[in-house]
């Protein structure tokens, strides 16, 4: 990281701790209206579909995300991130989408993230798994 | 010379096969973890598995975008692997003659100086195109 983009990652975890915090609104803000979202569980159109499907993921799983590494572009227009996500079931859910998962599961992987960025928003979210899923039965 | 522009002048060596070109931007003892799981430990271990790579496919990379930040480098580039003979052991999945496999990757590339000390991949998008299908 370097001073151009230390303002850039301090921005990008403040979305993280609220994604964290499941402050609906404050992370929200970050998505532009039209937002594309390619998923590792989901692909959405727009911040209300995004955010509905995170309502849905929030009503099941606790889901916290790690910031393991960040690379800004200098303009301040993308983002890539090496993330860790550790969901954790909070009740069951045999219908979710990247696996079935039952109260008390864990399951953590790896993602590599790109995020574009237009007018302080995210306009487009894509995430590549890196690591295979590896978790705990309760 | 930038990170960026460097990688783009990599990656051109790359395209072409140029291997004594190449091993100069690896560090000797740069790791790569790609993205099936596949790492390798070392430059000499790279080259020999991209030669490999190289012998059984013809394969083409295109740099969708690289930005760099600090010692590390992010781009996401797309592959195109054209099977030039039956290879029942490649790497993602078996191939035969004329079939196509095609990958959009995240890569992120840490470096120290002009060398790659580590190279991970994770594949977001892929695709086998069957020569019977073209």
Aim: proline fraction near 4%; include cysteine.
């Amino acid at each position: 990281m370097n001073g151009e983009t230390a303002g850039l990652r301090r921005w990008f975890e403040d979305y993280l701790a609220a994604f964290n915090r499941a402050d609906f609104p404050a992370f929200g803000a970050y998505y532009a209206p039209d937002i594309v979202f390619h998923g590792q569980a989901a692909q959405l159109i727009g911040r209300d579909a995004v955010l509905a499907f995170y309502h849905q993921v929030h009503s099941h799983l606790q889901e916290r995300i790690e910031l393991l590494s960040f690379v800004g572009a200098p303009d301040g227009s993308r983002i890539a991130a090496e993330l860790h996500t550790t969901l954790l079931a909070l009740r069951d859910w045999p219908d979710m989408p990247t696996g079935s998962m039952r109260a008390g599961d864990t399951r953590m992987r790896v993602s590599f993230a790109m995020y574009e960025i237009a007018d302080g928003r995210f306009t487009r979210i894509r995430t590549a798994r890196f690591s295979p899923l590896h978790g705990q039965a309760a | 010379m930038t990170p960026e522009v460097r990688f783009r002048d990599y990656m051109q060596a790359f395209n072409a096969s140029d291997w004594k070109a190449l091993r100069d931007y690896y560090a000797p003892d740069v790791r790569l973890v790609i993205g099936n799981g596949t790492e390798l430990n070392g430059r000499d271990a790279i080259l020999a598995f991209y030669g490999k790579v190289k012998r059984q496919t013809r394969r083409t990379i295109e740099v969708v975008q690289c930005f760099a930040d600090g010692q590390t480098l992010a781009a996401e580039i797309e592959s195109e692997f054209l099977a030039v003979e039956d290879v029942p052991d490649f790497a993602v999945r078996p191939m035969a003659k004329g079939d196509r496999y095609y990958l959009n990757s995240f890569v992120f590339y840490d470096f120290e100086g002009e060398h790659y000390t580590r190279i991970r991949a994770a594949t977001f998008r892929r695709e086998f195109r069957p020569a019977a299908a073209s």
